[in-house]
């Protein structure tokens, strides 16, 4: 009978494939090749991970985008319905107008 992990497709205990152990290559000495084993699994995973890293990139991208120009737009908006300044305007002239004529005629 095989050890676990040699080859067996599952675990006959807990039913699980076998599982590759994690290890810290600066405390354990490790080959050349067994870096560069370790680089290509790395890049292998990081590739396989890109696309959908794309796409949720890019949806968070248009997302925030979306957001900005909503935002910019409100404002625009809001300031084009603005009548307080016109009446603050209104008022301003008619105080100005009545300082002028308590000034000028007693």
Request: glycine share 8%; proline share 7%; no cysteine.
């Amino acid at each position: 009978m095989a050890a676990p992990g040699a080859g067996d497709p599952l675990h006959a205990k807990s039913g699980k494939g076998p599982v590759a152990q994690r290890i810290d290559p600066t405390r354990e000495k490790l080959t050349p090749e067994q870096l560069q084993f370790m680089r290509q699994v790395q890049l292998a995973q990081w590739q396989k991970s890109l696309p959908q890293r794309r796409t949720r990139n890019i949806v968070t991208g248009l997302g925030i985008g979306a957001l900005v120009l909503a935002i910019y737009g409100y404002t625009f908006y809001s300031v084009s319905q603005e009548r307080f300044l016109d009446e603050l305007e209104d008022e301003a002239k008619a105080a100005r107008a009545r300082a002028l004529a308590r000034a000028s005629g007693p």
